[in-house]
């Protein structure tokens, strides 16, 4: 049916002109090439015929009756706004007022009477042609703003609905683009403590994403499996090094705050600085940048390292990107950080401080075209005050009669009252289904945590489950203290104070990169039970000893008091155990935990 | 145009001062500033004296002429950082990777 072809493929022109001889002219020339024509005779018509028609070129005459040329191809170019369609001025006015008047007015072209049919065909297949371009181009923008879209969904999916206790901690977020380059993160480590990560990629946008994917799988697994927030970064940065182009890279801040020690680990590699605030407003710690961007070196500088500060109940963790300090406003001013901390000192701590934040910024920049992703991520530090973790320590739990089980050289207490008490013997009298072993010694001590090897062999043999979470308290608070105070000699009387925790630290590390000798022998054999299994597991360091009897039963008088620092991690894996048993001074414990399905 | 490229033969030096904004807007001329010196042991001189703002893609951009020099044996010195670009070259602690001469 050619005819239908012919009309599905025919553009339709508008002609305005107040001559309808010259209407006629035109309409004739512009049917030969394959134009379908509607006329009008004056400005105003024509603006009600562009309405009406939508035409995909328009023929303005300049001097027309009612209204002319000028005004209503400014009306025309309003309304179309966003798609081009062609206007071209037909004019004898040969001056350069013309000429200028017609351009300031929209038009995309003049042509000046007289002409000949061919310079007139050539003309109109000239500004068609870039008609055509201005649709291809505005195609494949519309097509490409549906791809970001999707993938925009995709990538929030991914990352920030599955983000840890968003009801708690406040995360604002604005992208300059579709996509923003910045990414919040928050997940729960197993042994209760919270990792959150606020990073901003270079540049925004798609190209600014690509490294969202492996990032966030990277941090979530890994702090899942137990792995400490600096070994997470270790592998992040080597693993952005490898995958991103040298000028692709990721400034960002990491936090993780401990559940039990009122205290803050925090790494800060090219983001402005991050702040711990007081309740009362005042800036407590400001955490600055200590490390270029993650992905720029191949591995992390040497001696890179947390520093850990320590913290109140309600202290405010806030952390930002440079599109907060950098946003300008109409006279380009920055917001600075300077203001920052001025709306931030002025704020009602009870709110959401990340939305005032933002508000401030926004009541900054008015309408100014924002340049750069913004985030903005607030941490309260009484986070965990509905948490279970925190639950254990406000609940008595002391058994009267737990002083007489207490002899000179090995201290056994039975926690449970659900469980029968277990002796040695019923343990021998069911065989272990499997056992596993590993030593560590000398330097390796200090570079390797042995916790998610272990886990990750547990849950290899028996799968993984919630269950396991108890077990991974357990076993890391047994070799903290096997590692600090068993190998390394560490007094805990320093962790009761907050800047002794700090300088325990410290000195932690210090001990640490110099340890060349001392072990540290795990044994754990797993036994099945009717339902449920029983772990038992066997920690001995190469140390003296430490005063574990006197420092236990201290403890256990402390417990209560929740300001206490120091020992609620023996106090936490009691608990949690079935059994638990320091011998040999402190150098070799033995625990036992048990699970029902 | 805010690139200005200055090469001495002599000395193995190429000098780079950039004007204004130092943004993902110069990628294209920053590159061309250095690509196509290939001598051994030049040192490419990054002049920030007269830039008054940089963006996290310029921090990139330095990175990329960082890869090219040292593939050349030579090395990049920025030089006269204004405040405002010398705070951001704090925050991303480039000092650790290039030389910074104030």
């Not at chain 1, 706004?81 to 300031?104: M, N």
Request: charged share 20%; glycine share 6%; aromatic share 8%.
């Amino acid at each position: 049916m050619p005819f239908q072809k012919q009309k599905l493929d025919s553009k339709l022109a508008l002609v305005v002109d107040d001559s309808k001889m010259q209407c006629m002219m035109l309409s004739v020339l512009l049917k030969e090439e394959g134009y379908e024509v509607i006329t009008a005779n004056d400005g105003a018509c024509g603006v009600a015929k562009y309405i009406e028609y939508q035409p995909d070129l328009v023929l303005m005459d300049i001097n027309m009756p009612i209204m002319n040329g000028y005004e209503a191809a400014k009306q025309i170019k309003n309304i179309s706004q966003g798609s081009l369609a062609p206007l071209i001025f037909i004019t004898s006015l040969d001056s350069d007022k013309a000429f200028i008047d017609s351009v300031e007015a929209g038009g995309d072209s003049i042509l000046v009477r007289p002409f000949t049919p061919e310079v007139f065909k050539a003309k109109i297949k000239a500004i068609q042609r870039i008609g055509d371009l201005y649709t291809q181009v505005k195609n494949l923008q519309q097509e490409q703003q549906k791809d970001e879209e999707l993938a925009e969904q995709l990538l929030n999916g991914v990352i920030g609905a599955r983000n840890y206790a968003l009801d708690k901690i406040g995360i604002v977020k604005k992208a300059a683009a579709i996509f923003s380059g910045d990414i919040q993160l928050s997940v729960l480590c197993p042994n209760g403590d919270i990792h959150v990560l606020l990073g901003d990629f270079t540049g925004h946008g798609l190209r600014s994403s690509i490294g969202a994917i492996p990032l966030t799988t990277t941090f979530r697994t890994m702090t899942n499996k137990g792995f400490s927030l600096l070994e997470i970064i270790k592998q992040i940065n080597e693993q952005l090094y490898d995958l991103l182009p040298a000028n692709l890279f990721l400034a960002a801040s990491f936090v993780c705050v401990s559940s039990t020690h009122h205290s803050v680990y925090a790494f800060n590699a090219g983001l402005p600085d991050t702040y711990i605030y007081s309740n009362n407003g005042k800036i407590k710690h400001r955490i600055q940048s200590q490390h270029p961007p993650i992905g720029v070196l191949p591995q992390l500088l040497p001696h890179s390292r947390l520093d850990v500060y320590s913290v109140e109940e309600y202290d405010r963790i806030i952390l930002i990107s440079d599109g907060v300090i950098e946003a300008r406003n109409k006279a380009k001013e920055m917001f600075g950080s300077e203001r920052f901390e001025k709306v931030v000192s002025e704020s009602d701590f009870s709110q959401n401080i990340a939305v005032l934040i933002m508000q401030s910024v926004n009541d900054f920049c008015q309408e100014t075209e924002q340049e750069d992703d913004i985030s903005i991520i607030d941490i309260p530090c009484n986070i965990f005050t509905e948490n279970n973790v925190e639950d254990i320590f406000s609940q008595p739990y002391f058994d009267e009669n737990y002083e007489e089980n207490i002899d000179e050289n090995s201290l056994a207490i039975n926690m449970s009252t659900d469980h029968q008490i277990i002796t040695a013997n019923d343990v021998l009298s069911t065989p272990a289904i499997w056992k596993w072993q590993l030593l560590l010694s000398g330097s390796r001590l200090g570079t390797v945590n042995p916790i998610p090897i272990a886990m990750s062999q547990i849950q290899a043999i028996e799968g993984s489950g919630e269950h396991w979470h108890s077990l991974y308290t357990i076993l890391t608070e047994l070799f903290v203290n096997a590692l600090d105070h068993g190998v390394l000699e560490l007094s805990s009387a320093l962790k009761n104070s907050p800047e002794g925790f700090v300088q325990y630290f410290n000195e932690r590390e210090k001990r640490l990169e110099k340890l060349t000798s001392g072990y540290i022998n795990i044994k754990l054999s797993y036994h099945l039970l009717a339902s449920g299994g029983r772990m038992l597991i066997k920690i001995k360091d190469s140390g003296k000893g430490f005063a574990v009897l006197e420092k236990f039963k201290n403890n256990s008088l402390n417990f209560t008091q929740n300001n206490e620092l120091s020992g609620r991690g023996l106090e936490l894996v009691n608990q949690l155990t079935e059994t638990l048993e320091y011998q040999d001074n402190g150098s070799l414990v033995e625990a036992s935990y048990i699970w029902n399905q | 145009m805010s690139i200005k490229q200055q090469i001495s033969e002599s000395n193995n030096q190429v000098i780079i001062a950039i004007e204004n904004n130092f943004d993902f807007s110069l990628h294209q001329h920053f590159r061309e500033a250095y690509s196509h010196c290939n001598t051994p042991k030049t040192d490419f001189i990054l002049d920030l004296s007269h830039t008054e703002y940089m963006d996290s893609s310029a921090l990139g951009m330095i990175l990329l002429l960082k890869d090219h020099a040292d593939n050349l044996g030579g090395q990049v010195i920025i030089k006269k950082p204004s405040d405002t670009v010398n705070k951001i070259l704090e925050i991303a602690q480039f000092h650790r990777l290039v030389t910074i001469e104030k």
